[in-house]
């Protein structure tokens, strides 16, 4: 049974730029939640996808945006890059309300 | 975005010896969570906890839920070298739409052999 699993591993961008982030939940799991952690930080809540909607969302600008698909796979968006986006971003799926399982995570640097 | 206030940062100790960490926030929560992180790995649940004044261990290691609902501690006892890594606390108010975690900055444990 595959845990969550996310890609890229690793991507580089440029202020400006625009970058996909993509997240496979935990079989038979239907709620995705991303962080973002900066380098020395903890993990940031961004949003939660239940259901295909956006359900919660912290203290993160538009420029952040997500979307779910019907099979509960996620996608996290971010425009306009900024070099403070530079961080490891974490999926975490769940049943609703359940145990959370972290992924792996992406490590985004933006030049 | 707002952060627990957790403590120590780092520490150095010897291998065999116990380890206390401690999280406190200004706002209450209805369940309180304790990850390890390794390099290059998201997160992995040890402990947790769903009522004030709970006590609750994971072979060496044991998790309170403070009665103000405000804080938390983590005991490891015995400590080995496969415990190096960082600790996280977290709090969640759970209930529908507010599942979001609010993570505290870590403790990074060293073990010195």
């Known amino acids: 049974d595959a845990g969550v699993t996310q890609s890229p591993t690793h991507l580089i961008k440029t202020r400006g730029q625009q970058v996909t982030l993509r997240c496979s939940p935990k079989?038979?799991?239907?709620?995705v939640s991303w962080y973002q952690q900066a380098l020395g930080q903890g993990p940031q809540f961004i949003f939660q996808?239940?259901?295909?909607?956006?359900?919660q969302r912290g203290n993160f600008p538009d420029r952040f945006s997500g979307h779910q698909f019907p099979n509960y796979s996620s996608e996290l968006n971010v425009n306009a890059l900024l070099l403070g986006d530079s961080a490891l971003y974490l999926c975490?799926?769940?049943?609703?309300?359940?145990?959370?399982?972290f992924g792996p995570g992406t490590r985004l640097t933006v030049l | 975005g707002q952060q627990l206030n957790q403590s120590p940062q780092s520490m150095f100790i010897q291998e065999g010896e116990d380890v206390s960490m401690n999280c406190t926030s200004s706002?209450?929560?209805?369940?309180w969570l304790w990850y390890k992180q390794d390099p290059g790995e998201g997160p992995v649940l040890l402990i947790a906890?769903?009522?004030?004044?709970e006590l609750t261990s994971n072979g060496r290691l044991t998790a309170q839920f403070g009665i103000t609902r405000k804080d938390s501690f983590l005991n490891i006892s015995a400590s080995i070298p496969s415990d190096v890594g960082i600790y996280f606390c977290?709090?969640?108010?759970?209930?529908?739409?507010?599942?979001?975690?609010?993570f505290g900055k870590g403790t990074h444990l060293i073990i010195q052999p």
């Open positions: 975490a799926s769940s049943l609703e309300g359940g145990r959370k399982f």
């Open positions: 079989s038979g799991h239907d709620t």
């Open positions: 996808y239940y259901e295909e909607e956006e359900r």
């Open positions: 706002s209450i929560f209805n369940t």
């Open positions: 906890l769903y009522k004030a004044g």
């Open positions: 977290a709090g969640q108010l759970g209930g529908g739409g507010a599942d979001g975690l609010t």
